[in-house]
């Protein structure tokens, strides 16, 4: 997946109100970008990290700029754009890279199903057997390579996962799908120490069949690509 322009690096100066990130460009001007993540972003809005914006030309958009990418730790890269890991994901299904995934003949995004909820991907076989694949992104590195998710309290994730275990109980097949978008993340397991509700839920709809994958992506400013699968740990409660 390429980025849809050219992106313009700079440093952070601030995250605030959620969606606002205000950034020095390198030409040494000071813009208010858009910062499509709701969550907590934890460990990638340090001071003065490396960031990369994108600009659009569209004269409608409130603010012209959307915070892209963040260096963690001056030698990480993370994509902090949670619209960009379901397009991923989706290419690399189509494409045969996630293996335990493939051989499905059709595939479809947002399709409606649960109580009120859309799962990301929709796999369908010639056979007319079903996959239900939910995708979540995964950047908080907090040691050894080890990712977690998720990074802040997540009732809807943890609906999410008892929505999943409730299409097994169907007799179809279900998949939480971690994608890596953190290029110092080599393993992933959910975060007790942040969300034990998260954890213990994921505990239990694994015991009734959900499958887990994790896969990393390399990011550059150019664009990024699903690669390979990482380790997915079981999480350890105090």
């Given at each position: 997946?390429?980025?849809?322009?050219?992106?313009?690096?700079?440093?952070?100066?601030?995250?605030?109100k959620?969606?606002?990130?205000?950034?020095?460009?390198?030409?040494g001007?000071?813009?208010?970008?858009?910062?499509?993540?709701?969550?907590?972003?934890?460990?990638?809005?340090?001071?003065?990290?490396?960031?990369?914006?994108?600009?659009?030309?569209n004269?409608?958009?409130?603010?012209?700029?959307?915070?892209?990418?963040?260096?963690?730790?001056?030698?990480?890269?993370?994509?902090?754009?949670?619209?960009?890991?379901?397009?991923?994901?989706?290419?690399?299904?189509?494409?045969?890279?996630?293996?335990?995934?493939?051989?499905?003949?059709?595939?479809?995004?947002?399709?409606?199903?649960?109580?009120?909820?859309?799962?990301?991907?929709?796999?369908?076989?010639?056979?007319?057997?079903?996959?239900?694949?939910?995708?979540?992104?995964?950047?908080?590195?907090?040691?050894?390579?080890?990712?977690?998710?998720?990074?802040?309290?997540?009732?809807?994730?943890?609906?999410?996962?008892?929505?999943?275990?409730?299409?097994?109980?169907?007799?179809?097949?279900?998949?939480?799908?971690?994608?890596?978008?953190?290029?110092?993340?080599?393993s992933?397991?959910?975060?007790?120490?942040?969300d034990?509700?998260?954890?213990?839920?994921?505990?239990?709809?694994?015991?009734?069949?959900?499958?887990?994958?994790?896969?990393?992506v390399?990011?550059?400013?150019?664009?990024?690509?699903?690669?390979?699968?990482?380790?997915?740990?079981?999480?350890?409660?105090?």
């Amino acid at each position: 997946m390429d980025f849809p322009t050219e992106l313009l690096e700079g440093r952070l100066i601030k995250r605030y109100k959620r969606f606002l990130a205000d950034i020095e460009l390198l030409n040494g001007d000071v813009i208010t970008a858009h910062c499509p993540n709701t969550g907590s972003m934890k460990r990638c809005q340090q001071d003065n990290a490396k960031v990369w914006v994108s600009k659009s030309n569209n004269p409608k958009r409130k603010l012209a700029y959307t915070w892209e990418l963040v260096e963690v730790d001056e030698q990480h890269l993370a994509c902090i754009n949670t619209g960009y890991p379901n397009k991923l994901v989706g290419e690399a299904i189509a494409n045969g890279v996630v293996s335990e995934l493939a051989g499905y003949s059709e595939q479809k995004a947002e399709v409606k199903y649960g109580e009120k909820s859309r799962i990301d991907w929709l796999l369908t076989g010639a056979d007319g057997g079903k996959c239900y694949v939910e995708v979540k992104n995964v950047t908080l590195l907090e040691e050894d390579g080890l990712g977690y998710f998720p990074d802040a309290v997540t009732e809807r994730g943890r609906k999410h996962l008892y929505e999943l275990a409730n299409m097994v109980e169907e007799g179809h097949r279900a998949v939480m799908f971690f994608c890596v978008s953190h290029t110092g993340i080599d393993s992933v397991t959910p975060a007790t120490h942040i969300d034990p509700k998260y954890a213990q839920a994921f505990v239990e709809v694994m015991a009734k069949g959900v499958e887990v994958l994790a896969y990393q992506v390399s990011i550059d400013p150019q664009g990024m690509l699903v690669t390979h699968s990482v380790p997915v740990a079981m999480p350890e409660f105090p």
